[in-house]
């Protein structure tokens, strides 16, 4: 039988409980590999943001570049439109020591951007986007409107009506947050 020793007892359990990584455990913090964002995410924020998905018009030019190592985001993203001209949307993880990319957006033609898009007596998607959340419904615009002009939505046959900005054909969006 061997004999106790107290000093030599408790260093390698003292190791153990202080030092994690020096018990032999697989998989410690020390070796894993870093977690980035899937660059898909991004690309369903920006369509998410826009109203329309990668390479449509309004919608991001091209996807997120696979290769884009970007660190993981715990918090939802961000999106907001940077400039006036509204060509880019900045895209930020809002955690401790995050990150921010800007998206280029392929752009309204010339011709078609005082183009009314929406006649009054339309049905239309009415999308309320805020920080880390989107919620649609349908109503009825209660006036014409070209992309980026205000217009009044009824959203129920007696409700009050509510103002959103057109996004593009068919779609308006009323921001929950400010931007």
């Not at 870093?34 to 919608?59: K, L, N, S």
Request: glycine fraction near 12%.
């Amino acid at each position: 039988m061997r004999s106790f020793n107290p000093t030599i007892g408790f260093a390698p359990l003292a190791l153990t409980m202080l030092f994690p990584l020096f018990a032999g455990a697989t998989g410690t913090a020390a070796s894993a590999e870093p977690v980035y964002i899937d660059p898909a995410e991004i690309d369903r924020a920006v369509a998410g943001f826009t109203g329309a998905a990668t390479g449509e018009i309004g919608g991001a030019r091209v996807p997120t570049d696979r290769r884009l190592r970007l660190g993981a985001c715990k918090s939802p993203l961000e999106t907001s439109w940077h400039g006036g001209n509204r060509s880019t949307v900045r895209v930020e993880c809002p955690d401790s020591g995050g990150w921010r990319i800007f998206v280029g957006i392929r752009p309204v033609p010339r011709a078609e951007a005082n183009q009314q898009l929406i006649k009054r007596g339309d049905p239309i998607t009415v999308l309320v986007r805020g920080r880390g959340f989107s919620v649609q419904q349908t109503g009825e615009a209660l006036e014409n409107g070209a992309q980026g002009d205000w217009i009044g939505v009824r959203m129920a046959r007696k409700g009050a009506p509510v103002r959103a900005r057109i996004e593009r054909p068919g779609l308006a969006v009323i921001p929950a947050s400010p931007r």
